[in-house]
Structures are given as structure tokens and as C-alpha cells.
């Protein structure tokens, strides 16, 4: 069972940035690729990034690719998301998520064994 704990969400005006990190309890960390996914309250949960197991290969959705970074860190058990330019319609909750199936569904939340608990992220214009 891995335990993955997200933080660093919370209140910023649009145009701002914040980092989200997930910290993750398994040290077999690095066979997982990791995700973040987001949900804004009547939405179904949505796609936002994901890192594969040694981190050469990201993908973004198109909402968010040249403003967010994903990134990890294997030996502090550790994914990140860096947020840039937010805009109101980033408002919503956060999670990581690990998972061990094909990388190539990684976009999809059924891709995932593994979630955090979620972290707000609220954009104020």
C-alpha cells in the first residue's frame, strides 16, 4: 500500500504560482509513474500531468502545458507540480497519484492504484 500526501496548494491571485508536492511512503517510488490530476466542484476529475518512473517523459494536458512543470524526485520519494501564470479556472483540488500499468494510459485516472487525499488550490482574479 503506498500513502501518498500531497501539499502546498492554498489562496493566490490570478497571474500567481504555487508548488504542489506529493511525498510518497513507498520506497519502491521510482516503479511508479506519477500523475496529478484535478477536480473543481461539479466536474468530474481531470487530467493535468504525469511524469513516468525515471522522469524523461512528461505529458501535460493542453489547459496547463507551457505554464506547469512536473518533475520528481527519487531519492526524496517526491513529485512536484509547478504552477505559473494561474488563472481562476485552475481553481480546484489537486491530487497525485501513483500507478504501474502502461504509461501510455497515464492520462486516465483507472491508470492509477494510488491516490492522495487532495489539496485545494483556489485562483482569485
Known amino acids: 500500500q503506498v500513502q501518498l500526501v500531497e501539499s502546498g496548494g492554498g489562496l493566490v491571485q490570478a497571474g500567481g504560482s504555487l508548488k504542489l508536492s506529493c511525498a510518497a511512503s513507498?520506497?519502491?517510488?521510482?516503479?511508479?509513474?506519477m500523475g496529478w490530476f484535478r477536480q473543481a466542484p461539479g466536474k468530474e476529475r481531470e487530467f493535468v500531468a504525469a511524469?513516468?518512473?525515471?522522469?524523461?517523459?512528461?505529458d501535460y494536458a493542453g489547459s496547463v502545458k507551457g505554464r506547469f512543470t512536473i518533475s520528481r524526485d527519487n531519492a526524496k520519494n517526491t513529485v512536484y507540480l509547478q504552477m505559473n501564470s494561474l488563472k481562476p479556472e485552475d481553481t480546484a483540488v489537486y491530487y497525485c497519484?501513483?500507478?504501474?500499468?502502461?504509461?501510455?494510459?497515464?492520462?486516465?485516472?483507472?491508470?492509477?492504484?494510488?491516490w492522495g487525499q487532495g489539496t485545494q488550490v483556489t485562483v482569485s482574479t
Open positions: 511524469i513516468s518512473w525515471g522522469g524523461a517523459r512528461t
Open positions: 513507498d520506497r519502491t517510488f521510482n516503479n511508479y509513474y
Open positions: 497519484a501513483a500507478g504501474r500499468g502502461p504509461y501510455t494510459a497515464s492520462f486516465t485516472v483507472r491508470a492509477y492504484d494510488y
